[in-house]
């Protein structure tokens, strides 16, 4: 198995996750010490679109 194939199989769990959760707009980036999750065209990071309990 190629380096290709083995980063394919590592982030095969995150598809499904994405596929089972997420939009057809939603990317997950992922780095060596960092994951982004980004929603829609812009690149809006998910947590901005999450509430914070104290804006409620």
Do not use: K, W
């Not at 380096?3 to 598809?15: N, S, V």
């Not at 992922?30 to 947590?47: A, M, T, Y």
């Amino acid at each position: 198995m190629n380096d290709y194939e083995e980063l394919m199989q590592a982030a095969e769990p995150l598809r499904r996750y994405l596929e089972a959760h997420c939009g057809l707009t939603t990317e997950i980036l992922v780095s060596r010490d960092r994951v982004d999750v980004l929603r829609c065209e812009f690149g809006i990071p998910f947590s901005r679109m999450i509430p914070d309990e104290e804006d409620e």
